[in-house]
Antibody
């Protein structure tokens, strides 16, 4: 059974940093691209960042580029999102999601974690 | 950047057919994915690659994509289908994933 478990969310002051983790199990983690998607309170889904199975290719939304870094440790079956220079508008539930197939781009996300809440506030 | 436009809300009586549209410039040339999200829950994939329905998703759910509009169709709507629905594409020009704004489906 595929499982994705996010952790690391919490309350952080504007300008602060936070690292999210997504522990994966039940599939060959290193084979599949992974993605972070966020959802601000009462708002829609917003793509944040994606990484290829090897970790060699990454993509970022314009809203986070230069502040967030996506990475993965395939030996630990874990996906990360390092967030710096956090702003109030980064407040959201952050979900990790798994690519359904081994395509580099264009794939759908067939499994999602339960999400972790990040609140940026003083 | 590429924009996907969804109606904010769609209402349908139980047993009828709901159609949720997703508009985008020449969206028919892209692969469109659809997700269902119920309050307080993570999104669930309901249609992949325009019309591919994952295992476990009822046959009542189907998708189509042509021209400037993709459509998620839900036949014989049930109360449990009440949720927010999002379309998604990959924009190869910007190397960005794009989500539509979401459509709230209300079952009357």
């Amino acid at each position: 059974e595929v499982q994705l478990l996010e952790s690391g969310g919490g309350l952080v002051q504007p300008g602060g940093s936070l690292r999210l983790s997504c522990a994966a199990s039940g599939f060959a983690f290193g084979t599949y691209a992974m993605t972070w998607v966020r959802q601000a309170p009462g708002k829609g889904l917003e793509w944040v960042s994606s990484i290829s199975g090897s970790g060699g290719t990454t993509y970022y939304a314009d809203s986070v580029k230069g502040r967030f870094t996506i990475s993965r440790d395939n030996s630990k079956n874990t996906l990360y999102l390092q967030m710096k220079s956090l702003r109030a508008e980064d407040t959201a539930v952050y979900y990790c999601a798994k690519a359904r197939d081994i395509a580099v781009t264009g794939y759908c996300f067939d499994y999602w974690g339960q999400g972790t809440l990040v609140t940026v506030s003083s | 950047s590429y924009v996907l436009t969804q109606p904010p809300s769609v209402s349908v009586a139980p047993g009828r057919t709901a159609r949720i549209t997703c508009g985008g410039n020449n969206i028919g040339s892209k692969n469109v994915h659809w997700y269902q999200q119920k309050p307080g829950r993570a999104p669930v994939l309901v249609v992949c690659y325009d019309s591919d329905r994952p295992s476990g998703i009822p046959e009542r759910f189907s998708g189509s994509n042509s021209g400037n509009t993709a459509t998620l169709t839900i036949n014989r709507v049930e109360a449990e289908d009440e949720a927010d629905y999002y379309c998604q594409v990959w924009d190869s020009s910007s190397h960005h994933w794009v989500f539509g704004g979401g459509t709230k489906l209300t079952v009357l």
